[in-house]
């Protein structure tokens, strides 16, 4: 690639971050949501996450929940990997039709990439193989992506119809601003909650979410790391549940060219920060999961 192309693509590259609306939830929700996570983390997850942390981190797991996003254009091959889309107006999602990317290619989705992240980890943690030089897979990355991912499949509209890209050419007003529908669930709905409800402090509304799961959503919040069958990693679930969520509430009322105000903005916010929640809670306990067997066999050898 030659030198002006080079400078091209990393300005076209900057702009585009610049550029919040081609992003997965803003970069705020991702670290919200690894935030939450790092809270409910066992003692050898988070031993497991801070050695597989790359040295850029300075040790803060939430700092690197959004770097799939950076490297979306670099790595054209994950951009598929940030969504489902689902049929229209089906309101409903299932694997095996709609885990592929647009070309068809089967798993190319943001639960097959869930699946594949937590089988490189735990493929690499389980076995009474700990040489993790001896594995391909890079296993800083599939941690990065995995943590980015389980929070990207409970945006709603990363599971919504492919007819709109799951909103993104449903085009609106969020207040006076002109923007599509699902940058206002990747980012405005939560950038407005930050200025009329958080003094703009994100520390507050992480505080807030957190009080939220130990006090409002306790009973609910017990189960929600729960996968059916053991399994370490169940992503279909919340797949399904958001897009039920986004036919209950990211598209209704919110045809294209309407304005959302208040009405839209009061009534969706609580589900945006619940779906935060979740995903911190959900990540936390996948994790937990796949660096348990960690655990086992460290007993074991002492
Ligand atoms: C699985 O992970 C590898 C390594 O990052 C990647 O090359 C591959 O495209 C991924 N596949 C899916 C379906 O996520
Ligand atoms: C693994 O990925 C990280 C992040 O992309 C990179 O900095 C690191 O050099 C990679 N490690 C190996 C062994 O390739
Ligand atoms: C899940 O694992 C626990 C503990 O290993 C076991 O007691 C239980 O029977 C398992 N449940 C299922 C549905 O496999």
Known sequence: ???????????????????????????????????????????????????????????????VC??????????????????????????????????????????????????????????????????????????????????????????????????????????????????NLHHVWDTMIIDSALKKFYNSDLSTMIQAIQMNIADTWYNDALTWGHCAHNYTACPDGYASESVSLACKFAYKNATPGSTLEDEYFLSRLPIVEKRLAQSGVRLAATLNRIFASQTRIAQAES
Not at 28 to 38: L, N, R, T
Not at 147 to 175: A, E
């Open 66 to 179: 959004p770097w799939a996003d950076t490297v979306r254009f670099h790595y054209h091959w994950s951009s598929p990997l940030h969504y489902v889309d689902t049929p229209d107006f089906k309101c409903n999602y299932k694997y095996c039709r709609d885990c592929h990317d647009s070309y068809g290619h089967k798993d190319r989705c943001v639960t097959g990439a869930i699946y594949n992240y937590t089988m490189q980890l735990e493929s690499a943690y389980a076995g009474n193989n700990f040489d993790l030089s001896t594995c391909g897979d890079n296993l800083t990355e599939a941690l990065m992506f995995l943590s980015h991912f389980v929070g990207d499949v409970h945006q709603p509209l990363h599971c919504g119809f492919t007819g709109d890209l799951g909103g993104n050419t449903i085009i609106v007003r969020w207040y006076r601003r002109k923007t």
């Open 1 to 63: 690639m030659g030198g002006p192309l080079l400078l091209w693509n990393m300005r076209l590259f900057t702009l585009l971050l610049l550029m919040p609306g081609v992003l997965c939830w803003g970069h705020e929700g991702h670290y919200v949501i690894c935030k939450i996570a790092e809270e409910y983390l066992s003692e050898d997850a988070l031993f497991a996450v801070k050695q597989l942390l790359p040295d850029s981190a300075e040790g803060d797991f939430a700092a």
